[in-house]
């Protein structure tokens, strides 16, 4: 008897130990990632998760640290800096995921800085208001409430819709009962995890082994088999892609009522490059769906495909064993949008504004 006590008491002892050296751990570059990011990625009550506003700091994307700073309304931008909610100057909104975030790029390498610069000449400011792992079902939610709750003034919008954006809407996105954007894979075993790996040490390094040996970089192919696979197209694709294109419809009727003209891009994963990929659902959707809402359409899929050596194009475009963009990533993103016609777009659907520069309209 005694001896099991003895036992239970080590064990309270170590508990006891393990939360308390989490807890003093948690906050300190010792904890990993994770201690960063609880610094700027917050969540969100009505759209599930956004950016802290006001901050500057070291993120890290896999092993590679970059700089990463937010305004004051909560957006990725070049520096912390105070951006009022109207503006006289023609505003473009940018919204999109991870890509659109720019993970492992300094902002001023990512495509919305590098526009931001291209775009200064003519008088249009540019805003990202994209963040990692975001969804249509968010996309209409962010930008609904950013036009009729905060009261931001944009003049042009453009999203950029990712392949995983329609596992995301078959799988993890739904609105709940009074339209906040809820996350129905967080209930149960991953919130427990979750919650065991932020206040254990030994869990917290268990599950830090675990992502080691499975690699920490994203799956080329996973995400872009609902546009390849017909059982996988079957099992979740069809249903996603529909769920997508109500939300864009949902966010397309907010700017129609603010008279907000949409853009949407689409682009490859490294995998559809490799294979020269072209004429996929992800592109013929959305045309389809831009084309009956009046929306323009940006293909970039021609332009990571340009290349006659298709691993050559990846290793330039992407970074080393991931989905997103490398610096060349953006700035051919950049170049293809502008080459497109954005800057024309814009223009032509604002002319009581003075758009001054050259290409500007």
Known sequence: MSAGR???????FYALLDVTAARLLSTTPLWGPEAVERRYRIAHPVYHHDLAPNVSLTAVWGDIPYPFATNSLGFRDAAV?????????????????????????????????RLARE?????????NAGVMSYAPSIYARKIEHLLDDRGLSFDFALVAIDLSDIGDEADRYVLDE???VVDRTAP??????????????????????WDGLRGRTADPTHYADWTTDAGQFQAYGARGLALAERRMDDLAGVL??????LAIAVYPYPAQVYRSLRGTKQEASWNQWASSRGAEFFDLYPAFMQSPDAATAVDRYFLKHDVHWSAEGHALVTETLLAEGLADSIARYLPVRT??????G
């Not at 149960?188 to 082994?209: C, I, N, P, Q, T």
């Open 355 to 360: 758009l001054g520069g050259p290409g500007c």
């Open 6 to 12: 003895g036992v239970l008491a080590a064990l309270a």
């Open 81 to 113: 800096r105070s951006v009022p909610l109207r503006s006289t100057h023609p505003r473009l909104l940018l919204i999109g995921d991870s890509f659109t975030e720019g993970l492992g790029v300094p902002f001023a390498d990512t495509y919305a800085g």
């Open 256 to 261: 129609r009522r603010h008279g907000i003209p």
């Open 119 to 127: 775009l200064e000449p003519c008088g249009v400011e540019v805003l």
């Open 188 to 209: 149960g075993g991953l919130r427990a995890r979750s919650f065991l790996k932020e206040h254990s040490l030994l869990v917290h390094v268990l599950d830090l082994l």
């Open 178 to 180: 009074h339209r906040r």
